[in-house]
């Protein structure tokens, strides 16, 4: 059974940063896209980050202050956070789909098959 497990999160003042990280197990063998996603009281699931082998994608909005990364033999996925502000407040997700991303272009929830519980981040002015 596949099941993605985030941490990480938590109360940081603005300015602060934060290391998300998403633990995989059960996966079947070979490559698999990895994502992060936010969604805020209120608000639509954001996509922000995409990894794929030595390939990363970032929102727009958000590039500059967002690093992806991974480690294989830990089967885990990192999401490091800079400059956090309260409008970054939210539960933050990761996702995951076998077989590569669909997109490079979009972060879309619809590409992913398997998802976390999520890890909240709150950050306070």
């Known amino acids: 059974q596949v099941q993605l497990v985030e941490s990480g999160g938590g109360s940081v003042q603005a300015g602060g940063s934060l290391r998300l990280s998403c633990a995989v197990t059960?996966?079947?063998?070979?490559?698999?896209?990895m994502a992060w996603f936010r969604q805020a009281p209120g608000k639509q699931r954001e996509g922000l980050s995409l990894i794929y082998f030595a390939t990363t994608r970032y929102a727009d909005s958000l590039s500059g202050r967002l690093t992806i990364s991974q480690d294989n033999a830990k089967n885990t996925v990192y999401l490091q956070m800079n400059s956090l502000k309260p409008e970054d407040t939210a539960m933050y997700y990761c996702?995951?789909?076998?077989?590569?991303?669909?997109?490079?272009?979009?972060?879309?929830?619809?590409?992913?098959?398997?998802w976390g519980q999520g890890t909240q981040v709150t950050v306070s002015s």
């Open positions: 059960g996966s079947p063998s070979g490559s698999h896209c």
């Open positions: 996702a995951a789909n076998w077989g590569g991303c669909r997109s490079y272009n979009r972060i879309v929830e619809d590409h992913f098959t398997y």
